[in-house]
């Protein structure tokens, strides 16, 4: 997968709700998609991501293989954020009963978010399974910018005027 948005991932600490032995949370970002995540336990099973500060997140991308992995695939994912685990609210929500995903799945947000805790949910597979596997997860930041402000919702200000004192001398 290539993206021209940076991966923030690493910057963040990753719990998982459960795993089977060897298949950890390790396997979600070592950037090898034979190896994978694998939970164990009641659904929904979950992937959280804290960051030890506020970071702007603008897609989640997914790896999935429903031909490798078959009922251990979500068919529905949730996306909630917040400053802790006690203040989430729902981001996004994902329904892929009509599909069948392989490979990379880019779940852009329909504004970019801000969040020190991120929550990823896989409340139900296909074919009604109990555990889920996921090959790959990344979180992306906003595009790079040529300019000096990185985030327009900031600073807003495009006229000429403000060009001619953005800069001081």
Not at 44 to 52: A, L
Request: charged share 20%.
């Amino acid at each position: 997968m290539t993206s021209k948005q940076p991966d923030i991932s690493r910057l963040g600490f990753w719990t998982v709700s459960s795993s089977k032995q060897g298949q950890g949370v390790g396997n979600l970002t070592d950037n090898n998609t034979t190896t994978y995540w694998q939970s164990d336990g009641q659904h929904p099973h979950t992937v959280s991501i804290k960051f030890p500060t506020r970071h702007d997140i603008h897609t989640i991308s997914i790896y999935t293989d429903i031909d490798k992995d078959e009922s251990y695939t979500p068919c529905k994912i949730r996306i909630l954020a917040g400053t802790t685990s006690n203040d989430l609210q729902l981001v996004k929500d994902v329904d892929l009963a009509a599909t069948e995903p392989h490979g990379w799945l880019s779940l852009p947000l329909l504004e970019p978010l801000m969040a020190h805790f991120v929550q990823i949910e896989f409340p139900l597979n296909y074919e009604n399974g109990r555990d889920v596997r996921i090959r790959g997860l990344r979180l992306l930041g906003p595009p790079p910018s040529d300019g000096m402000f990185k985030n327009e919702r900031i600073l807003p200000f495009t006229t000429p005027e403000f060009h001619t004192y953005e800069s001081l001398r």
